[in-house]
Structures are given as structure tokens and as C-alpha cells.
């Protein structure tokens, strides 16, 4: 604590939070965050929030604010299990921060759990839409009887085509080309979706034997096949690698890109408030609000 | 623990694009002034309907492929998905937007253009 000052004298200072870590002690070594502060630990009960101090509030973040605070993570990252907040998260007084730490101490307590000694890596793959599309539509025209139904096939040559006049009168052959084209459309793209599914059911394969959580978000872009981030073990961190080398040196035309080890900030799960916010951006709202 | 943060790929620019385009599918900010405020709207609003149409018609090509629907309700659902295709044309020119325009990223549904 020898790095914090007397804040209640200096009202506009502010109180930047970097990550929550699973200690309550003094942080070893010298930190610097944000304005060349250094980087002190809050505690609550057995674990604490690393922050710094700010003259005054940042009100527009800009890049260099967002290395500086990934890099202050990455830091503390080596020496502590961390949640990251998210960028921006100021708090007004300390005891503002403590109110928040008191409010969800269990839910911090149960992710700093679950994320001991693990890492998140990333992991973004790239195929070719049009190929793909492309070998679809010509698959497709091969076996053109099994893409429309044969009730959208009117030619006379279709058994089942519709022959009653009364009807027919009512029938507009440019509905009829219409809706022939946007089903054929709709079997491209169902068959393309489908693909992708097999294509990411046998690339995570690779991978997921090593992880112990994953998330995995399909063709974000038409190009854009995979994008995966998966939650490792840190003594594991060269298996899965390993993993990557072997998918990656698999014949075929996917572009590849790797990246971590990150800090875990796909797999922080706050239950107070399930799927509507990440915690950090619970943090950021309530550091926004000067409580 | 030594943390050696890589980022590697043999394909830097293809990943760049491809974040970019995602990163690019809602425009960052509004473009709200007293001049264009009408095409503002009408923008909102077509993006709206332009959505629920793709829905409707998505649902129609599941039941079609299914084999839920007589001949005469296909031919029903075709008119009427044509009908409101040709309707959002006239609508978009009236308002002078461009189908690009009404484009939003649904997430894992893709982009609504």
C-alpha cells in the first residue's frame, strides 16, 4: 500500500482497476500502470483488485491506455490467477471498489477458482466461401432433382406437376421462378452451413482434448469459419500448441492464425447476472457510476 | 511462468480483412442530423421489416424443404414473398438506400444483406 496516497484530500482523482487476482497481499515487484502509476493491490477478504491511480478520470480511451492495461494484466497474470476487467473501469473513492467487491465476492471467488492456473488461447480460421459455394451449387446441378422439390418443377416432363387449370388460373409463373430460386438459394446456404459444422466438428477435435472449456463462434464472416477460444492448463499450453501444429500442417486450403497465451476473458461467468453482461461490463458500469 | 504472448498466422492480411468487415457490419456511430433525419428513419424502419421478411422467408424455404406445404400454399407463400421483395425495392427507392445499406450482422445468423 505504500504507493497509495491520501486520495480523500485530491477529490478528482480516480481509482483505476486493471484485474481482480486471488491474493490479498502486497504485490511483489514494481508495477507501472496508466500515467506511469504504480500498480497497488485493494484487498477484500482473500483476494483483491490491482489498480493505480489517476489524477483524474479518463473519459476517452484511447490505444495507448488499452497496451498499457493489457500490459499491466499480462504482468500480474504471471504471478497471480486474474479476472481482467474491462478497459476503463475507474472507480471514484475506494470504497465505491469495495462496495462492488463485497457485492460479488462469490462470484469472484468461484472464477478465480475455476481459472487457476489456466490460460485462454485463440484460435481463427479461414476457408474459401466461394470455393466452397462454389463446389455446392456444382454438386447441386449434378443431382438437380434433390435440390427443389418436384412440386416447384412445372415442366411437362414433371409428373408432379400441377395440371389443374382452375387452380393454374390463379398461379403466377413469376411466383412460381421466384420462390424456385430463393429454395435452390436456401439449399446452397443450408448445405454450406452444414459444412462448416463438419468442417469445425473435425478441426476442434484437434484441439478440445486438450482444453478445458471452449468457446466456439461459426462463420462470424462468410470466410471466416472458426473463430474458437479455448480455456488450457498451463502445463498443458504445449500439448494443445502441438495440437495446433498437427491441424494446421493437415492438407487443405484453411488460413490459420494462433494466438495467446491471454488472460481468461472469455470464461469469467458471473451468475448474478447470467447472459446479460460480461463482468467487466458490470464493472465498467458501476465504475461509470460515481457511487 | 515465462509468458511468451504469440500471435501467429501465414496469413496476416486475410485475418485483417476479415476482422475488419466484422468489425465494420454496424456503423459506430448514428448519423442523426435535421437534414437527413426522414432517410434516417426510413432506414431503421426498412432494416426492421427487412429482417422479419428474411425471417418469414427462411421459415417458408424450411417447411417447403420439410414437405409441409401443398403445391397451391407454395404457390401462395411465392407470390406474397414476391410481392413484399418488389414492395422493399420500390420503398428503397423512394428513400434512395441502397441494399448495403439496410445490412446488419446478426452474430452467428451472419449478415442480414
Keep these: 500500500m505504500q504507493a497509495r496516497k491520501k486520495r480523500s484530500r485530491v477529490s478528482q482523482m480516480a481509482l483505476y482497476a486493471y484485474a481482480i487476482i486471488d491474493s490479498n497481499s502486497k504485490i511483489e515487484g514494481s508495477i507501472s500502470g496508466l500515467e506511469g502509476a504504480c500498480v497497488y493491490n485493494i484487498p477484500y477478504r482473500d483476494i483483491g483488485v490491482a489498480v493505480s491511480e489517476l489524477n483524474e478520470q479518463i ?46 465476492y462469490g462470484d469472484f471467488r468461484e472464477n478465480l477458482d475455476k481459472l487457476r492456473n489456466k490460460v485462454e488461447f485463440g484460435i481463427k480460421i479461414i476457408w474459401s466461401a466461394e470455393t466452397i459455394k462454389n463446389r455446392i451449387i456444382e454438386a447441386s446441378k449434378k443431382c438437380h432433382a434433390n435440390v427443389a422439390p418436384a412440386t416447384l418443377d412445372n415442366s411437362p ?28 438459394k436456401y439449399k446452397i446456404d443450408k448445405e454450406f452451413q452444414d459444412e462448416a459444422d463438419r468442417c469445425i466438428a473435425l478441426l476442434d477435435d484437434f484441439f478440445s482434448r486438450f482444453a478445458a472449456e471452449k468457446k466456439l463462434e461459426k462463420l462470424k464472416s462468410d470466410n471466416l469459419l472458426l473463430s474458437a477460444y479455448y480455456l488450457v492448463e498451463k502445463e498443458k499450453q504445449g500439448d494443445f500448441k502441438e495440437a ?26 458471473l451468475t448474478k447476472k447470467p447472459d446479460i453482461f460480461t463482468p467487466l461490463e458490470i464493472l465498467k458500469t458501476m465504475g461509470n457510476t460515481s457511487f | 511462468m515465462n509468458i511468451n504472448r504469440i500471435v501467429e498466422t501465414d496469413s496476416p492480411q486475410d485475418f485483417i480483412e476479415e476482422i475488419e468487415k ?63 421483395e418488389n414492395k422493399m425495392q420500390e420503398l428503397k427507392g423512394v428513400f434512395g438506400l441502397k441494399d448495403e445499406e439496410l445490412n446488419i450482422n446478426l452474430g452467428p445468423l451472419g449478415d442480414l444483406m
Design chain 2, 22 to 84: 466484422i468489425q465494420n457490419a454496424l456503423p459506430k456511430r448514428i448519423d442523426a442530423n435535421p437534414k437527413n433525419v426522414e432517410k434516417g428513419l426510413a432506414k431503421l424502419v426498412l432494416t426492421l421489416i427487412e429482417l422479419i421478411r428474411k425471417l418469414m422467408e427462411k421459415q417458408a424455404m424450411r417447411r417447403i424443404d420439410a414437405g409441409s406445404l401443398t403445391e397451391e400454399e407454395i404457390e401462395r407463400v411465392g407470390e406474397t414473398l414476391m410481392k413484399l
Design chain 1, 59 to 104: 473519459q476517452n480511451i484511447n490505444q495507448e491506455h488499452i497496451l498499457k492495461h493489457e500490459e499491466v494484466v499480462e504482468k500480474l497474470m504471471q504471478t497471480f490467477t486474474v479476472l481482467p476487467m474491462r478497459f476503463s473501469t475507474q472507480f471514484s473513492q475506494e470504497k465505491d471498489l469495495l462496495l462492488m467487491m463485497q457485492e460479488y
Design chain 1, 157 to 184: 416432363e414433371n409428373p408432379m406437376r400441377n395440371t389443374d387449370h382452375r387452380s393454374r388460373d390463379h398461379i403466377s409463373n413469376g411466383a412460381r421462378i421466384f420462390v424456385k430460386e430463393k429454395f435452390e
Design chain 1, 244 to 269: 495446433f501444429e498437427r491441424a494446421k500442417n493437415t492438407p487443405g486450403d484453411l488460413k490459420y492464425l494462433f494466438s495467446g497465451p491471454w488472460p481468461p476473458y472469455n470464461f469469467v461467468v
